[in-house]
């Protein structure tokens, strides 16, 4: 997909589609959309007279452009009026993903807000998602070339556009959130701990440093706590470290280290699951994804950054040598913990690798994790929800995501609760009782980080269980565009 950006009026551009949002407040066609009505003969005002859109009803409608340069119009649902990076993603990303299968060449795509730069780029970013096929990956015989096109090029049209070069920007983001998103929606027998070492040793041809350590050297380590959940499964857990150019060159009081989950299979373990829909636990690693996928976009708009990005990948199975309920591991700092619960294995992982990367030189850190079925239950699949310690280091990780789109709530860090985790055998267990048990999980990591830290539970906004107007059932990119945005701040306050 092809970006461009242009200040000029919208019944002007030249396109095969041009899509217009409509918002709430525009039940009397007033100001500019009243405008562009007159301009393209009113069909606009007709289309909604005759109920072919209807902002209560539909998502989208195509329809004819009558009278102005562009050959048809998408109207586009954007719910309230008003400007902001997460209105703009979603807009584009329903255009074109409505678009799909379309011989449509050229999108022009209206920022009626006008929009600054965080809204162009986060546009972008929006309609390269709207044409995400997840069945793309793996093929279907049933899909013809023709019903997978997407939209080769894309104008966005408005006020304040911006230079080629914030453009250009926008697109390594976008494609970064893409590229993040496709490994999060990969099989598990495909996308195993030792692939996904494969996938990161590829960013050495960006530049970057990649080591990935084996069981051996986490055991001498002490890494008892991630080798635990990983001894059950026939495929052995690795840990992955992905060092940007910049992160050797800056100085040592300013390293930030973006740690990501990756539970290639989380089926429970000895305290498996229900069978229920567990095939959506293969995107249990969409946070190493995330963390990946960041590294490998920055190490090519930004390689100076100071980034390093941890992944410890493990599937966590039951068989024959699986951890069991009662089993004692001592965690690389130190503290022993008695795993009550298999299926709390992501905060066993997590404890390690925040550790390691700590030693490593990490001065701030922020973890991306699926931690809970609880952050779904609270938050739904919109809304990323994070920890902070100080709050302050989190209001900078808030200002990335809303930036860009992000949809990002603070809970509170209630280390009150840190007796839930009390234990008769070791420094603490690892799963709380339920309530409170979003919060709690927090609670049990900030027990293995020393330095500014922010902890990002994508249990429910990793992916969609279902097709959306925005975006298909499956892996989303969450938080890909908002670790690169906070990197970018980050090397800028340098
Ligand atoms: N990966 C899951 C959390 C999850 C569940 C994310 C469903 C997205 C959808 C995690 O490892 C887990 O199993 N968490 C348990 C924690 C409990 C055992 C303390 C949970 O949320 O039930
Ligand atoms: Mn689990
Ligand atoms: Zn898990």
């Not at 030693?359 to 699926?370: I, S």
């Not at 234990?423 to 980080?449: C, P, Q, W, Y």
């Not at 249990?459 to 945005?485: E, F, I, Q, W």
Request: negative net charge.
């Amino acid at each position: 997909m092809r970006f461009r950006a242009e200040s000029t009026n919208p019944a002007s551009v030249h396109a095969d589609v041009l899509a217009v949002p409509i918002y709430k407040e525009d039940a009397e066609l007033t100001g500019d959309l009243a405008e562009l009505n007159a301009a393209a003969g009113g069909v606009i005002s007709q289309a909604i007279e005759w109920g072919e859109f209807n902002i209560l009803e539909h998502y989208s409608a195509l329809i004819d452009a009558g009278t102005i340069a562009a050959d048809r119009i998408l109207l586009v649902n954007a719910v309230r009026r008003g400007r902001g990076p997460w209105r703009a993603r979603r807009l584009a990303s329903t255009a074109t993903r409505r678009l799909q299968g379309k011989g449509v060449e050229r999108l022009a795509l209206w920022l009626r807000d006008g929009e600054d730069e965080d809204g162009y780029t986060a546009a972008i970013v929006g309609a390269l998602q709207g044409a995400y096929r997840p069945y793309a990956h793996y093929g279907r015989v049933r899909d013809t070339e023709a019903m997978l096109r997407s939209v080769p090029e894309v104008v966005l049209v408005g006020e304040h556009a911006p230079s080629q070069d914030v453009v250009d920007r926008a697109a390594h983001m976008a494609e970064g959130v893409e590229f993040g998103r496709g490994l999060a929606n990969r099989a598990t027998n495909d996308l195993y701990p030792e692939k996904m070492a494969e996938v990161a040793r590829e960013l050495e041809a960006d530049g970057c440093t990649v080591e990935v350590l084996d069981v051996d050297q986490m055991r001498a380590l002490g890494m008892e706590a991630l080798l635990g959940v990983g001894q059950g499964a026939a495929h052995p857990p690795v840990l992955i470290g992905i060092r940007l150019p910049g992160w050797e060159k800056a100085s040592p009081e300013r390293r930030l280290a973006i740690v990501g989950k990756g539970v290639c299979f989380d089926s429970g373990g000895i305290s498996i699951k229900p069978s229920e829909r567990m095939e959506e636990m293969k995107h249990d690693k969409s946070g190493a994804a995330a963390v990946i996928a960041a590294a490998r976009t920055l190490a090519r708009i930004a390689p100076d950054a100071p980034v390093m990005a941890v992944a410890p990948m493990v599937e966590n199975m039951p068989g024959g040598n699986a951890q069991r309920p009662g089993d004692v591991v001592k965690a690389m700092n130190g503290k022993t913990i008695e795993v009550t619960n298999t299926d709390a294995e992501g905060r066993l992982i997590l404890a390690d690798a925040l550790h390691w990367a700590e030693q490593q030189g990490a001065t701030h850190l922020v973890d991306v994790a699926t931690l809970t079925g609880a952050a779904s239950v609270a938050f739904g699949d919109l809304i990323s929800c994070y920890f902070a310690k100080p709050r302050e280091w989190g209001l900078e990780v808030q200002r990335a995501a809303d930036a860009t789109g992000e949809w990002f709530w603070e809970m509170p860090l209630a280390t009150e609760y840190r007796p839930a985790y009390d234990s008769a055998h070791a420094d603490m267990v690892n799963s709380a009782t339920r309530d409170g048990s979003l919060i709690k999980s927090a609670v049990f990591l900030s027990e293995f980080a020393t330095v500014p830290w922010v902890h990002v539970d994508i249990g429910g906004s990793a992916y969609l269980t279902a097709d959306r107007a925005a975006n298909p059932k499956g892996a989303l990119g969450t938080t890909v565009s908002t670790l690169v945005r906070l990197a970018l701040d980050y090397s800028a306050a340098l």
